[in-house]
């Protein structure tokens, strides 16, 4: 089951980071087709946050086609996304990667900016 981090001092809306972690572990493979998302109020207590932004985060997931509600048994995943399993050999290449750059005293931050500027190098003009 996926659990929601959010970070209020990011500048991106709360809802939107819980499509986008929920993304992320579609991504990974870490939530597959027929698995149950959080009911909002395990990620309400959790998390702190308001219920109406874990429904209006979970309504956008299914509006994109990515889960669907079942009245009175929770939301669930209908499809994954791309084919980036949390256990490939790229996954293991990039964490000895970040960990030579955090040894180089690259922080998060500066990890961000190089990570996105080779993606942004490789991946011209993709819509992702």
């Known amino acids: 089951m996926v659990e929601y981090r959010i970070d209020r001092r990011s500048g991106v809306a709360t809802y939107v980071q819980i499509v986008q972690q929920t993304k992320q572990a579609l991504r990974l493979g870490l939530l597959e087709p027929g698995d149950k998302l959080p009911t909002a109020r395990e990620v309400v207590e959790a998390t702190a946050i308001n219920p109406n932004t874990v429904l209006k985060a979970y309504r956008e997931l299914e509006r994109e ?12 995943v209908r499809r994954g996304l791309g084919a980036a399993p949390a256990d490939s050999p790229l996954r293991a290449e990039l964490e000895a990667w970040a960990a030579r750059a955090r040894a180089a005293g690259l922080d998060r931050d500066d990890v961000d900016a190089l990570f996105t500027a080779v993606l942004d190098t490789h991946f011209k003009g993709d819509e992702s």
């Open 65 to 76: 086609g990515l889960v669907e509600a079942r009245r009175g048994l929770g939301t669930f």
